[in-house]
């Protein structure tokens, strides 16, 4: 498995824009499908988009499409998360993810996700 660290979280105005990092250890990043999810006080956690092994494939929560951009750079092991028009609905805790696959395929489950970041504080003012 791979140890996930993400970084880039903030306090930010309604309309800004912030852009998460998140690092990964390990010389097989490429054969994981890397996934941004988020937590709100007193909500489950969700998906927020999710990228497939080369970059080629994304998929958007409907929360962030328009808004959000996941990329990733497979010869620096990191997948980013850029933020614009942030909202104050989008204050969470943001979580990476890692979900193992054999193919160049989208994973968009929880559940199929098997390596975690601790979490970066977004926190969107209005």
């Known amino acids: 498995q791979v140890q996930l660290v993400e970084s880039g979280g903030g306090l930010v105005q309604a309309g800004g824009s912030l852009r998460l990092s998140c690092a990964a250890s390990?010389?097989?990043?490429?054969?994981?499908?890397m996934g941004w999810f988020r937590q709100a006080p007193g909500k489950e956690r969700e998906v927020v988009c999710t990228?497939?092994?080369?970059?080629?494939?994304?998929y958007y929560a409907d929360s962030g499409k328009g808004r959000f951009t996941i990329s990733r750079d497979n010869a620096k092991n990191t997948v980013y998360l850029q933020m614009n028009s942030l909202k104050a609905e989008d204050t969470a805790v943001y979580y990476c993810?890692?979900?193992?696959?054999?193919?160049?395929?989208?994973?968009?489950?929880?559940?199929?996700?098997?390596?975690w970041g601790q979490g970066t504080q977004v926190t969107v003012s209005s």
């Open positions: 993810a890692a979900g193992f696959s054999d193919y160049d395929v989208l994973l968009t489950n929880r559940v199929d996700f098997v390596s």
């Open positions: 390990g010389r097989t990043f490429s054969r994981y499908v």
């Open positions: 990228i497939s092994r080369s970059g080629s494939s994304q």
